[in-house]
């Protein structure tokens, strides 16, 4: 019996990146997930990228789950609610929910004062990276809290240790990616009456669709990407925090990392599990030590 079967997920944002990973990954573990976003094989988001959460869904029903595709815009309301509802009638039920929703790598400036920043795309961007979620959670809970021991994750980037010692190169992305950390510790207050569990969780540098794209490799010659950013070599595919957030939806005592702040890498360290190619990469302790350091680029210790 896989340790997920009859267990049901929404991962809201699943169209590519974190999300389409986490998705396969909990369907890999015999999950019902319903994968919710923006972009269909009948229309294209903003992004205008071809990924879609079609897609997402067979590779959730190839991994040996139930891949249910909703397409869903997360700043509307009324269709979060008419996804919920959905998801009521034909489950009865909700065990986990990722907030992975996020869509705005096209709108920052990077290392661009705020004064300077566009405040229409960094606005948008906000309300991207934090409406999307409550808005989200408030439709979502009252069903999740049902279950008893519902699991909440707030996808982010960067640890909460990690993001108070950096600026994260735009004022408008350092408070999304903060924010959402801190929805996590106040998820967690809110839900531990109910015996349920909310964290943040971060992947390390992630080899995402985009990210792919922008260093001209694939997932199967990535390495080659080193040449041009030689710290690439601690990257990560989006599988690696999938298999984070699975081992945390899979695990009875999951209750003791409530409202905590959690990386891949260390969720790794603590549940055993490994990336794609039979690794560890423990991203956010290689940025500080090597990276930041000053040190060349060796993964050596870190992966």
């Known amino acids: 019996m896989k340790p997920l079967h009859g267990k049901v997920a929404l ?3 699943a169209t590519r990146g974190a999300g ?33 959460i079609e897609e997402t869904s067979e590779l959730v029903n190839l991994a040996g789950g139930t891949g249910i595709p909703v397409p869903t815009d997360h700043l509307d309301p009324a269709q979060v609610q008419a996804l919920i509802a959905r998801i009521e009638r034909e489950q009865g039920r909700m065990d986990i929910l990722v907030n992975d929703i996020w869509g705005a790598e096209y709108l920052v400036q990077w290392n661009v004062p705020v004064w300077e920043h566009s405040l229409e795309q960094g606005l948008r961007m906000l309300r991207l990276a934090t409406e999307t979620h409550i808005i ?21 980037d960067g640890t909460e240790e990690y ?19 801190r929805m996590a510790r106040s998820l967690a207050h809110e839900l531990s009456p109910y015996g349920c569990t909310a ?15 922008h260093y001209g490799v694939k997932e199967e010659n990535w390495l080659d990407a080193a040449q041009k950013e030689p710290h690439f070599v601690i990257s990560e595919t989006p599988r690696f925090v999938g298999r984070a957030v699975a081992a945390l939806a899979a695990d009875e005592r999951v209750s003791r990392w409530n409202g905590q702040s959690l990386s891949s890498g260390r969720l790794a360290q603590e549940y055993g599990f490994r990336d794609l190619d039979g690794s ?3 991203c956010w302790r290689y940025l500080v030590e090597v990276q930041e ?11």
């Open 11 to 13: 991962v809201a944002g």
């Open 20 to 52: 389409r990973g986490i998705a396969v990954e909990l369907g890999a573990a015999g999950a019902t997930v319903y994968a919710t976003g923006r972009t269909t094989r009948a229309q294209r988001s903003e992004y205008n990228r071809p990924e879609t």
């Open 136 to 156: 989200t959670s408030h439709y979502a809970l009252p069903l999740l809290i049902r279950s008893g021991n519902g699991l909440v994750v707030e996808i982010t």
């Open 163 to 181: 993001n108070r010692n950096h600026y994260r190169l735009s004022l408008f992305y350092d408070l999304a990616k903060t924010s959402v950390i």
């Open 199 to 213: 964290v943040a969780v971060t992947p390390g540098w992630m080899r995402s669709e985009i990210m792919l794209e």
């Open 280 to 282: 560890q990469p423990d």
């Open 293 to 303: 350091a000053g040190k060349p680029a060796n993964a050596d210790g870190y992966r």
